[in-house]
């Protein structure tokens, strides 16, 4: 599936969903769907300055030049934004990844309901994803 088809379908999952009490339990479910986090990737330079929470985001280029995203949050919502970008930009090239319009995030009326904290470390967490495809991207030219 590409980008835009995934962020179809979680827009279309969220418009199941019509009130933001059943959103978030949604979002909080997605959350414990992440992979667990490696305690010893716990480190400085994988959290993600400017979020509220403790966010930690780690990347490994595959063989075949995408990007494998694993991510942990403390915060059970934080933890759910972060499976939601990883289903839309995990595994994807870093072309993919620095080309891409986020456009669910406004479609599904994330930034919104989220307190400006919480928005601005969605952002943080978002220029993380793309500073690891920019730093991908220079290895492979």
Not at 12 to 18: A, G, I, Y
Not at 56 to 65: E, G, L, M
Not at 126 to 140: E, F, M, S
Request: aromatic share 8%; charged share 25%.
């Amino acid at each position: 599936m590409t980008i835009n088809e995934t962020q179809d379908e979680i827009i279309s999952e969220f418009s199941e969903l019509t009130d933001w009490m059943d959103r978030y339990a949604y979002i909080i479910d997605l959350g414990n769907t992440l992979a667990p986090f490696p305690e010893n990737e716990k480190i400085p330079s994988n959290l993600i300055e400017g979020c509220q929470s403790r966010v930690w985001i780690s990347a490994i280029r595959q063989d075949d030049k995408t990007i494998h995203f694993n991510a942990d949050s403390d915060a059970l919502i934080v933890k759910g934004i972060i499976a939601l970008l990883l289903k839309v930009l995990n595994n994807r090239t870093p072309d993919e990844i620095l080309s891409s319009d986020l456009y669910f995030l406004d479609k599904i009326g994330l930034k919104e309901h989220l307190s400006p904290t919480r928005s601005n470390g969605l952002v943080a967490m978002v220029r993380q994803i793309q500073n690891y495809a920019k730093a991908y991207k220079v290895l492979d030219s």
